[in-house]
């Protein structure tokens, strides 16, 4: 017979591990948006949600949320961006988050768009792509610009 404590010291050594993987996936900014725009190869949507979330290997996830009207299907457009102003674009204390006062500007790396119909699902597959670019973070707007590798063109712009 094995060690009757043994799937005690296995959960506990689980979440000892896992708790810095938890409070990093928890650094993130969500916002609804007012005025915010997408565009894809120079068709526009509306958008009206934000979600920045930072990792600890200097790269920003920003996430643009928006929506096709009539149809009621939604958009993410979703950026993987590395840094490259030397600070983190988003200040977190005690799981709450908030922008750096500073600029910060990322090298967009990868990305995706996806729509989901109006029952809330994808429309595809994810269609993560390879994206060269640049997002741009102020306490004002959030701006990024960037084109896939076979030449789609992509732009997302909010004011905060």
Request: glycine share 8%; charged share 20%.
């Amino acid at each position: 017979m094995g060690d009757p404590h043994r799937g005690w010291w296995l959960a506990l050594l689980v979440l000892v591990i896992a708790h810095p993987c938890v409070a990093q996936a928890l650094e993130r900014y969500e916002t609804e948006l007012n005025n915010c725009t997408l565009t894809r190869n120079a068709r526009r949507l509306p958008c009206h949600g934000l979600v920045l979330q930072q990792a600890d290997d200097h790269s920003l996830r920003i996430r643009f949320i928006g929506s096709e009207r009539p149809s009621g299907a939604s958009v993410r457009l979703t950026y993987v961006s590395r840094d490259l102003s030397n600070h983190d674009a988003l200040v977190c204390q005690e799981q709450r988050c908030r922008l750096t006062p500073s600029t910060w500007t990322g090298q967009v790396t990868s990305g995706s768009w996806i729509r989901f119909n109006a029952r809330g699902l994808p429309d595809g597959a994810s269609g993560a792509k390879l994206m060269t670019g640049e997002c741009r973070i102020t306490t004002k707007q959030v701006i990024c610009d960037s084109r896939t590798s076979d030449g789609e063109h992509l732009r997302a712009e909010a004011r905060l």
